[in-house]
């Protein structure tokens, strides 16, 4: 009776109908997938012995593709649900590709199981909407938004933004992100950071384009949830020793960017502020173009160091831009994108969000215009750490001297995963060289998906900005230039004189070792030490006595901690696990109890369908 009426709803609804909005994401979507295949493919390639979980991979790997592309182009809630389910399926299976590390797979079941909290509390959100409207399309849940109460919409909402948090890495929604992305093949963490998390970006737009009431309330939700996913990931980052966990975190922090750019839109369209709603949506539609391009490359970038080195701590790497300076380039180019700096891409979507919060401090009351400024003010603690960062992890691993003797001299990997690092930086140079047009269109997608009106005043000043855009590109990229060519005439002046090499001033060192020089560690110490409420550090380290005279050979060992996860979510997790070990008698081994047992489960199937 229940399939009937599922069928009905669905029967004579548009199930599939991609707008500008859905063109934006699909197109991101399906660029990152090529390209992470293409790397994929060399990368595999050191994993020949595997031929049959390479296939199996591959299958998933389209799997998850194919359902991102279903979620995307549908306008009905049981088909976004099974392309939702496809995409949690298949990227389980693709983070788990080396399943017979036990971390390996505990990481993915992590994954796994968050994913489908995430199933849980969208599926409880729809199944209200059918409850009420009878119907499974979006144009149910518009109908449900324009005629529910206050507070069944902010539930509604709250409902699908923590499920749509889950999967992006909102905080307090991220815990799964540090564990799978350094568990996965790095082609399926340059993917999944780049182009999975952006699901949730997606599903929170587009259900909020759907609402008529309430958005300023969501916005400031949405802000103040955005600024502290920034603040929280960057600062984490900054501290961590594998660089593929420090990437996860700075993905937990541009996704806070990119929800905060949201929660300045939704303010706008509640506040009935039409330019503040444009940068807002424009800001974070950019971005999340922005982000997918130069996330996938770091991850490529750190996915070349690994299979060159097989390690991914910091603190045994150094002096890699010598045997490996392409890729050395690369990850230097990801990093200067994603500090912010111009003139690359990075700069100007986070310039465009920028503007929403000047433009949002003329807006009337204040609780708005002091958030505006509470999260510039995060946006640019975000940035600046977010330079830290990057600073400490291309210093550490690629200048200095090695620290550690590995046990194959590292080595630049072969073409097959250099082409598809290089090929990304063509979409990074467009969006950078062409930034207006590109504002351009996510002004444009913004208006259309959420209707705004802009008028006069407001259409004069988004051609302004769009202006301001294209100036400071252009101004950035002559002084880039300018540096270029004078680098150029240096090094055509010096080329043919002679060289003259001796030892410089070593700070009193006659013969520096590798242990005189910054770890990544010591780098970020005095950042760690302000944000130690936030940044729990376990030691191991055997004191000295007083009865040592001469003491022995010690080593000291330190651990970084999520700090929800250690504090909140650790702790909910064991109430659960003790709540769950009291039913242990139920699994006793004994054949007949089991049989007892099926007996009763359908002796209350036959119940119910009795009763109904």
């Given amino acids: 009776m229940l399939l009937n009426n599922l069928f009905d709803a669905i029967n004579g609804q548009t ?158 929604f991220h815990s799964w992100l540090p564990h799978a992305h350094p568990a996965a093949p790095s082609h399926v963490s340059g993917v999944m950071s780049g182009v999975i998390v952006k699901a949730g970006i997606y599903g929170i737009v587009r259900f909020a384009s759907l ?14 949830l955005g600024a502290v996913s920034g603040l929280y990931g960057i600062v984490n980052a900054a501290v961590h020793r594998d660089f593929k966990r420090m990437l996860a975190y700075c993905t937990i922090e541009n996704i806070g960017i990119i929800s905060m750019g949201i929660g300045v839109g939704l303010i706008g369209i509640g506040t009935e502020n039409a330019l503040i709603a444009t940068l807002g949506f424009a800001g974070a539609l950019l971005h999340t173009l922005n982000h997918a391009l130069f996330k996938a490359l770091l991850f490529f970038g750190a996915g070349n160091v690994y299979v060159s080195t097989h390690t991914r701590n910091m603190e045994e790497l150094g002096g890699l831009i010598k045997q490996m300076p392409q890729t050395a380039f690369i990850f230097l180019i990801g990093s200067i994108a994603i500090g912010g700096l111009p003139p690359l891409s990075g700069f100007i979507s986070e310039f465009v969000i920028y503007g929403g919060f000047l433009h949002g401090l003329n807006t009337n009351g204040l609780v708005v215009p002091v958030l505006m400024i509470l999260s510039g003010i995060a946006l640019a603690i975000i940035g600046g750490i977010s330079m830290l960062t990057f600073t400490k992890s291309f210093g550490v691993i690629f200048l200095g001297t090695p620290r550690t003797q590995l046990h194959l001299l590292p080595q630049e990997v072969n073409k097959q995963m250099l082409w598809p690092a290089y090929a990304l930086l063509v979409p990074i140079a467009i969006v950078t060289l062409f930034s207006t ?22 259409a004069g000043s988004i051609a302004g900005f769009s202006e301001t855009i294209g100036k400071v590109t252009l101004g950035s990229v002559l002084f880039a230039i300018i540096i270029a060519i004078v680098v150029g005439i240096r090094f055509k002046m010096v080329q043919n004189l ?11 060192y006659a013969n520096p070792i590798k242990g005189i020089q910054y770890t990544s560690k010591s780098f970020a110490h005095t950042l760690a030490s302000l944000f130690r409420s936030i940044l729990p550090t376990s030691n191991r380290f055997a004191a000295l006595t007083a009865e040592e005279v001469f003491p022995k050979d010690r080593s000291h060992v330190s651990f970084d901690s999520d700090v929800c996860e250690k504090r909140i979510i650790a702790p909910i997790v064991g109430s659960i696990e003790h709540s769950l070990s009291k039913l242990q008698f139920v699994q006793n081994g004994n054949l007949q109890r089991y049989i007892v047992y099926g007996l009763g489960y359908i002796l209350l199937l036959v119940a119910i369908a009795l009763l109904y």
Wanted: glycine share 8%; charged share 10%; proline share 2%.
């Fill in 437 to 458: 047009t590109f504002f351009d269109i996510t002004t444009q997608i913004a208006e259309l998906t959420f209707n705004i009106e802009i008028g006069a005043t407001s």
């Fill in 211 to 224: 609402m008529s009431s309430m958005q300023t309330q969501l916005g400031i939700t949405v802000l103040v």
């Fill in 498 to 508: 002679p060289s003259h090499v001796s030892n410089t001033w070593g700070c009193g």
């Fill in 15 to 172: 199930v599939f109908a991609p707008d500008y909005l859905s063109i934006w994401f699909l197109s991101i979507v399906t660029l990152i997938f090529l390209i992470g295949a293409w790397y994929g493919k060399g990368y595999l390639a050191h994993y020949d012995q595997r031929r049959g979980q390479i296939w199996l991979h591959w299958t998933s790997y389209t799997l998850t593709f194919v359902g991102m592309l279903v979620l995307m182009c549908t306008r009905n809630l049981i088909v976004f649900l099974l392309g939702w389910e496809l995409m949690a399926i298949g990227s389980f299976f693709a983070v788990i590709f080396e399943n017979e590390k036990p971390l390996v797979l505990k990481s993915g079941l992590n994954y796994f199981i968050q994913s489908h909290i995430a199933v849980l509390l969208i599926t409880a959100a729809f199944c209200r909407v059918y409850a009420i409207t009878g119907s499974l399309d979006f144009d149910g849940v518009k109908l449900y938004l324009s005629e529910a109460s206050q507070k069944e919409i902010f539930l509604f909402m709250l409902s699908l933004v923590a499920g749509f948090g889950f999967k992006a890495g909102i905080v307090p």
